[in-house]
C-alpha cells in the first residue's frame, strides 16, 4: 500500500512523503481521499510503481556482523566464547584462584588444630570448616567465570599450611582469628588488583563479576572477624575463650 501525504502551506506550495509497503497489489487500485481543518488531503492508493526503497538506515546487521563472524575460530582448540578477554585477565583470575584455595587450606588446618580432642574447641572447629568450605566455593566460583568467559582455568600449587597454633602469649584462639583476618585483609587486597587489571584492560564485565560477586563480601568478613579479634583479646586466655567458643558454636557466620 502507498500511502501519500499532501500538505498545502500559506503561500501555495505543496509538500508530500511517500511511504510504500512490497505487498501492494498491482492489478488493483483503490483511492481514498479525506481533508481535515488544516487542508490537509490524505491520499491512499494500491497499485503505485513506487518501488524505491527506504534510506537513512543506521543499523545494518549484516555488514557490521562480518567482522565479527572473521573473529569465530575454526580450530577446536580456540575458544568460541571469548570476547574481549585479554591474556592478562585470564592470568589474574587463575591467580585469584590459587589464591582462594590457600586461604582455604590454611582454614581447613585451623580446622583439623581445634578439632583434635586435648583441644576441643569445636566451635572454632565448625568456624574455620565451614570459612574452609566457603573459600572453596569462591575458587569454583572464579574456575565457572574463567570457563564462561573462554579462558583456561590453570591450577597453580598450595603452599602447606602449618599444622600447630598455639601461641605462648596470645593463646591459640587469638592466635588463629589474628591469623584470619590478615588473611582475609590478603585476600581482599588480590581482589582489589584483580579488579584493577580488569579497569586496565576495559573488561567491565570482569569488573562487575568481582563487584557484586565478593568485594563487598569481603568487607563484611573484615568487619567480622576484626571483632572477633577484639573480643578474644577482652577475654585472654582463660574461660573466656571457652564462652566465645561456645558462641561460634551456635552462629552461622564463616570467614
Do not use: C
Amino acid at each position: 500500500m502507498l500511502l501519500r501525504t499532501v500538505a498545502t502551506s500559506a503561500s501555495g506550495s505543496a509538500s508530500s512523503l511517500s511511504l510504500f509497503s512490497p505487498n501492494a497489489e498491482p492489478s488493483r487500485s483503490l483511492s481514498v481521499r479525506a481533508k481535515n481543518a488544516r487542508g490537509l488531503v490524505v491520499f491512499a492508493a494500491k497499485g503505485s510503481t513506487n518501488h524505491r526503497a527506504l534510506t537513512g538506515v543506521i543499523f545494518e546487521p549484516f555488514e557490521e556482523v562480518k567482522k565479527e563472524l572473521d573473529l569465530v575460530p575454526t580450530v577446536p582448540q580456540a575458544s568460541l566464547a571469548r570476547q574481549k578477554f585479554v591474556d592478562e585477565s585470564e592470568a589474574a583470575v587463575n591467580e585469584q584462584i590459587n589464591v582462594e584455595y590457600n586461604v582455604s587450606y590454611v582454614y581447613h588446618a585451623l580446622f583439623a588444630y581445634f578439632d583434635r580432642d586435648n583441644v576441643a574447641l569445636r566451635g572454632l572447629a565448625k568456624f574455620f570448616k565451614e570459612s574452609s568450605e566457603e573459600e572453596r566455593e569462591h575458587a569454583e566460583k572464579f574456575m565457572e567465570y574463567q570457563n564462561k568467559r573462554g579462558g583456561k582455568v590453570k591450577l597453580q600449587s598450595i603452599v602447606m599450611p602449618l599444622s600447630e597454633f598455639d601461641h605462648a602469649e596470645k593463646g591459640d584462639a587469638l592466635h588463629a582469628m589474628e591469623l584470619a583476618l590478615s588473611l582475609e585483609k590478603l585476600t581482599n587486597e588480590k581482589l582489589l588488583n584483580l579488579h584493577s587489571v580488569a579497569n586496565k584492560n576495559g573488561d567491565v564485565q570482569l569488573a562487575d563479576f568481582v563487584e557484586s560477586e565478593f568485594l563487598g563480601e569481603q568487607v563484611e568478613a573484615i568487619k567480622r572477624l576484626s571483632e572477633y579479634v577484639a573480643q578474644l583479646r577482652r577475654v585472654g586466655k582463660g574461660h573466656g575463650v571457652w564462652h566465645f567458643d561456645q558462641m561460634l558454636l551456635h552462629e552461622g557466620h564463616a570467614a
